[in-house]
Each structure stands twice: as C-alpha cells, then as structure tokens.
C-alpha cells in the first residue's frame, strides 16, 4: 500500500539539541496513527516539521510521494496537510459559521470573506464540516459563547474546510471534560473514513477509543509501534511511558 505521508530519518536540530534523532514513520490513506510519549519526547515537535514550523536538519519527508521536506508552511497546507495546534486559534466574536467560511480554501481576508456572496456550494461545504464536528446546531452561535471543547471542534472544523487529505491533531482533548473527550473521538473517528489523521495525546483511554496504530516517541526517537495491546505490553514503553502513567493515574 503506498503511504500518505512518508517520513525518512528525520533530524530536527534546536541550537545543538537533537529534538528528533533518525525518526521514520509511514501514514496510510485513511488509518488514524496516534503519537504517544513523555513530555518532551519529540511529539509536536514531528507534526511541526511536518508543517514546516520546525526547520529538519536533515532526513525527508514526502507527502503523496513528493518531498515536501522544509516546502513553505503555505504549500504545505494548500497541498492538503492540515494541522489543528494545542490552543484553539479561532475568530471568537464571529460565528461559527463565518469561522468556517473564512478557513474555506481560497478564501482570502475576513472581510472579502463575510460580505461576498455566499454560493449554494460553499454553504453545502461549511455545513459539511459542521455536521461532522457535531456543531450545526451551533452554526450561528459567537465563537465566544461555546464551552472550551466546542471551540476544539471549532478549529477542526476549519482545517476540514481547507480539504486536507491528513489531518494532523495536537493533543486535541486537552482541557476537554470527559463527554467532550469521547465525543471528540467519535468525530476523530469519523474523519478517519475520508482523511488520514496523525493524533498526539497524552489520555491513555482515549488512546484506546481512537487507535488503530500507535508510535511511541521517547527522547526524540521512535521507541516502539504498534496496536494498543503491544504497545501497552511493551516493557520498554511500560518503562520510559505507561508504567508512569499508571502510577499517576492511582496516585
Ligand atoms: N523551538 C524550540 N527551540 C528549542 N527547543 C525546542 C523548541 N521546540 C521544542 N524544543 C525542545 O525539543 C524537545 C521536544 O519538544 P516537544 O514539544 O516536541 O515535545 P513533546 O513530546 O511534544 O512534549 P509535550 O508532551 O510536553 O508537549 C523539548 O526538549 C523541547 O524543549
């Protein structure tokens, strides 16, 4: 099966600090690959070379077959990888609806934006999208006046409007209470089915919703791949990762 996305021996270098050491890793069309590992180990720091936020050192990465490696953050994006970051960076005296219209593909400036005229099929789009973060009901609603885990759903719902084919999702739980937390899992999984998505996160039962495969990064390498029963296995993930989670999790 030929992969979405391709990542061959990555290095990413801050000031002499290896950040990523030789990481590899292959996306296939439609799999949700979550990222887990210990803070610092490396994770935003991948899905920031992959938008090219973080510049690589060296290693590529290819996208659709194409090196995309250290490519403008703007191609990156039209070329359909969309990245949702930790904090929600939303629009939040507009509606959700204008949110959404304004991240649609090709749309240029807040105000061109609201004030053109809007076509059947961009209405069509932007309440595609909705539907799928489980927000029509909130369609016209000020960004401001949602619960912190809608405004989540939010952003994700504005890089499903840019037509990516790989979503990638930055912790995307964090601060969520524990039915926005599924509910976010059930819309991960439900993306899953038209869009490959590359998932970090920390909450080890929401890591068992959504896996299909997981990767364990630890100081910047790949420690371990695989389903959630052989990771969890793992004695050198249970080690570095799990074993401390589950002590903080009975403390
Ligand atoms: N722009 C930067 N400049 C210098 N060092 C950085 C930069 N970004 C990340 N780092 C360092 O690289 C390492 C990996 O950071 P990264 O944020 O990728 O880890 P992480 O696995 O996402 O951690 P967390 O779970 O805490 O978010 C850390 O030691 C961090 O301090």
């Not at 991960?188 to 998932?199: G, L, N, P, T």
Request: glycine share 8%; hydrophobic share 40%; no cysteine.
């Amino acid at each position: 099966m030929e992969s979405v996305l391709s990542i061959k021996d990555l290095n990413v270098v801050f000031s002499g600090f290896k950040a990523l050491s030789g990481v590899s890793l292959d996306v296939y069309d439609g799999e949700i690959v979550t990222i887990i590992g210990p803070n610092g180990a490396g994770k935003s720091t991948l899905l920031d070379a992959i938008v090219s936020k973080s510049p690589v050192f060296s290693g590529h990465i290819y996208y659709q077959g194409k090196d995309i490696t250290n490519n403008s953050p703007h191609d990156i994006a039209r070329m359909g990888i969309g990245r949702k970051f930790q904090n929600p960076n939303v629009y939040n005296e507009l509606s959700v609806f204008d949110n959404i219209l304004l991240a649609l593909k090709g749309t240029h400036g807040i105000w061109a934006s609201i004030t053109a005229k809007l076509t059947k099929e961009k209405k069509g789009k932007i309440f595609d999208v909705l539907s799928r973060t489980g927000l029509v009901d909130q369609a016209f609603e000020l960004v401001s006046s949602l619960s912190h885990g809608q405004k989540q759903w939010v952003e994700i719902a504005m890089v499903l409007a840019q037509d990516p084919s790989i979503v990638l999702l930055d912790e995307p739980t964090a601060g969520m209470t524990a039915d926005e937390t599924y509910m976010t899992g059930e819309i991960i999984k439900s993306i899953s089915k038209s869009h490959s998505v590359v998932v970090i996160e920390h909450d080890m039962e929401f890591v068992k919703q959504i896996a299909e495969r997981i990767v364990v990064l630890h100081q910047g390498q790949v420690l371990a791949e695989g389903s959630v029963e052989e990771v969890q296995s793992n004695p050198k993930v249970i080690e570095v990762y799990l074993g401390h989670e589950t002590i903080k999790a009975t403390a």
